[in-house]
């Protein structure tokens, strides 16, 4: 399994903290299994800047993106989502269907804009938003007013849940016991104690 992280400039960089940390370390996922690679994905290859200022430079660009099913495009938000530059990652995910589709914030205005979202139960930051800036969008009738939706290969999220979204792609890739996810989210969501030593039992 890859994860393809796609990174426009201006990435938000809070939208994604929790996640692909856990991932990389692999501290808290499941033993017996390969430890997802994360690949940065860039219109092209050209260096870009977050909005907390760190350079990032793409492994890769869209083009040589080898997708296969069960892979994920991680879509972060950024404040370059409606320049026009990112038709081609857009492309991407309409060709591959047996493909995760996770979106946070701005991403998710892009795929309301190209339509992805007319048939899919979804989220954004505001539905009046949403319809205001994104001329194409059909999807109101699907849209739920909660902090993340998961809608079969599709995760979307506000811009407001990093933590909710970060629990529903670990969820859908399967790649940390339940109990362990469980104890993971409840710690960051409530700053308990106990939470971190059922975190720590349940790696046994």
């Known amino acids: 399994m890859n994860i393809f992280l796609y990174v426009p400039d201006t990435l938000a960089d809070w939208e994604i903290a929790f996640l692909t940390p856990e991932i990389n370390s692999g501290r808290y996922l499941k033993k017996n299994i390969e430890k997802p690679a994360i690949i940065k994905v860039g219109h092209d290859l050209t260096p ?62 892009a795929l309301a804009d190209s339509g992805f979202l007319d048939n899919k139960r979804h989220t954004s930051n505001d539905k009046d938003f ?37 629990f529903e792609v670990i969820k859908k890739l399967d790649i940390m016991k339940i109990e362990t996810l469980n104890a993971w989210y409840k710690l960051y969501q409530t700053k308990e104690p106990e939470y971190f030593f059922k975190l720590m039992n349940s790696l046994k």
């Not at 793409?58 to 990112?86: E, F, R, Y």
Request: proline residues 4%.
């Open 130 to 166: 949403l319809k205001m800036i994104c001329k194409n969008y059909k999807g109101e009738s699907l849209y739920e007013n909660k902090p993340v939706i998961v809608d079969g290969n599709l995760i979307t999220a506000t811009g407001f849940a990093p933590l909710e979204f970060t």
């Open 48 to 109: 870009i800047k977050t909005m907390g200022g760190i350079e990032i430079t793409p492994d890769i660009q869209v083009d040589d993106m080898n997708l296969k099913d069960g892979d994920l495009i991680l879509l972060p938000g950024a404040n370059t989502w409606q320049n026009g530059n990112h038709q081609k990652i857009l492309n991407r995910i309409n060709e591959n269907k047996n493909v995760i589709v996770a979106a946070i914030c701005g991403a998710t205005f």
